[in-house]
């Protein structure tokens, strides 16, 4: 993936486990939290982490500055509460 312009990071994240209704005996979950992002930056890549409260996928999007999203994304691995998503091939001097 090439990112011509400045990189733009987003976080998206999708709770594991369905849809969840509030009714007066249904328990309602914790609400979902993102936490302790990181970002180490390489001459050619980027590596984003970060954890979530609850477990959950995610997927990092970018695209230059001018907010010309990609419609690729970078899947994040982990074990559902610590993620790690690999940007490789990124443009120099463009972070």
Known sequence: M???????LVLTVVLVGGTFAATSS???PPP???GN??????????????TTSLPAGGAVFCGP???????DNVPSSGDGLSHT???PDL???TI
Do not use: E, F, H, Q
């Open 2 to 8: 090439r990112c011509a312009a400045m990189l733009v």
């Open 26 to 28: 249904t328990p309602v």
């Open 32 to 34: 979902l939290t993102i």
């Open 37 to 50: 992002m990181r970002l180490t930056v390489s001459a050619r890549s980027a590596t984003l982490y970060w």
């Open 65 to 71: 500055a001018d907010g010309a999203w990609s419609d």
């Open 85 to 87: 998503a690999l940007l």
């Open 91 to 93: 443009a120099p001097v």
